[in-house]
């Protein structure tokens, strides 16, 4: 079987998924803290994550799942068929604004990115790219991206990055935002990807996202024509957390070369 026949059930069960979600707003969830005060998660996440690897291996038990809820099995590689879910991305979103939250799905072989998922929960739009066959939203083809210039780019970013922190000088990154048509913060980093894909915004900048955040993402974004890179311009990186950049080939290379300056 091709991983593109994969396509039909990686689909029928991130609906079902969103169904599940969206019909979880009626109970009482389980509202928890991991890593720091500001970091969520809720039995809805974990139940999702459970759901996903249930479904996943009952269809193919030798498909490994990387979940970012450390439901599935421990991965130490890429090899083979890797699912890299994360099954609410946004929980913060989710818990207070009931809404901007995604499910958001990458499937690798061999570490090369085969289907990308992400779906909009509450907005039942379902973002996907198959490698090498386009990407879609709802079944309507996303066109391919047309260079843009700095001068016309909104920019997917945190504020905090515009203030002095440890991670990345704020006085280029004010430069950036002075120079360019205005910026965005959704808190969900795949929709956050997804908009680039669509051309809502031109590029979106992280300073720390995991595997799970980007997976799906970045496959939607390749077909498009959207670059996606760590801030040091290199290959994004599926095994550990790095900084990430996705963005319209007319400013990709201009962002990293002037105005990111990691310390
Ligand atoms: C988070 C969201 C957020 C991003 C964080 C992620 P989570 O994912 O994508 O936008 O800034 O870095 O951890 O924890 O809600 O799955
Ligand atoms: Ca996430
Ligand atoms: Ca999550």
Redesign the pocket.
């Known amino acids: 079987m091709g991983i593109a026949e994969v396509h039909p059930f990686a689909k029928s069960i991130i609906m079902e998924a969103g169904e599940r979600i969206r019909h979880s707003f009626s109970e009482k969830w389980k509202i928890e803290t991991?890593a720091d005060a500001n970091?969520?998660?809720t039995n809805i996440?974990r139940e999702t994550e459970l759901f996903f690897i249930k479904k996943i291996k009952e269809f193919d038990a030798s498909f490994k799942i990387f979940g970012?809820e450390g439901m599935g099995e421990k991965i130490d590689s890429l090899d083979g068929v890797v699912w890299i879910v994360?099954?609410?991305?946004?929980?913060?979103?989710?818990i207070r604004q009931h809404r901007n939250?995604a499910i958001?799905i990458g499937v690798y072989v061999d570490g090369i990115g085969k289907l990308g998922y992400v779906y909009d929960v509450m907005r039942n739009q379902l973002y996907y790219g198959i490698d090498g066959r386009g990407a879609f939203m709802n079944e309507v083809p996303l066109k391919p991206l047309k260079p843009i210039s700095l001068e016309k780019s909104i920019i997917g970013m945190?504020a905090i990055w515009v203030t002095p922190n440890k991670k990345i000088e704020h006085e280029p990154m004010i430069d950036l935002i002075r120079r360019i048509r205005g910026t965005r913060?959704?808190?969900?980093?795949?929709?956050?990807i997804a908009s680039v894909a669509c051309g809502r915004m031109d590029a979106y900048i992280?300073l720390?996202?995991?595997p799970?955040?980007i997976a799906g993402g970045a496959i939607i974004a390749k077909e498009v024509g959207a670059i996606t890179s760590s801030l040091k311009n290199e290959l994004i990186n599926l095994s550990n957390q790095d900084t990430f950049i996705v963005a319209n080939p007319g400013i990709h290379q201009e962002i990293i070369e002037n105005y990111i300056k990691l310390k």
């Open positions: 991991k970091d969520l998660v996440d970012e994360d099954p609410i991305d946004g929980t913060m979103n989710f939250f958001s945190n913060s959704y808190g969900s980093a795949s929709l956050e992280s720390r996202l995991s799970w955040d």
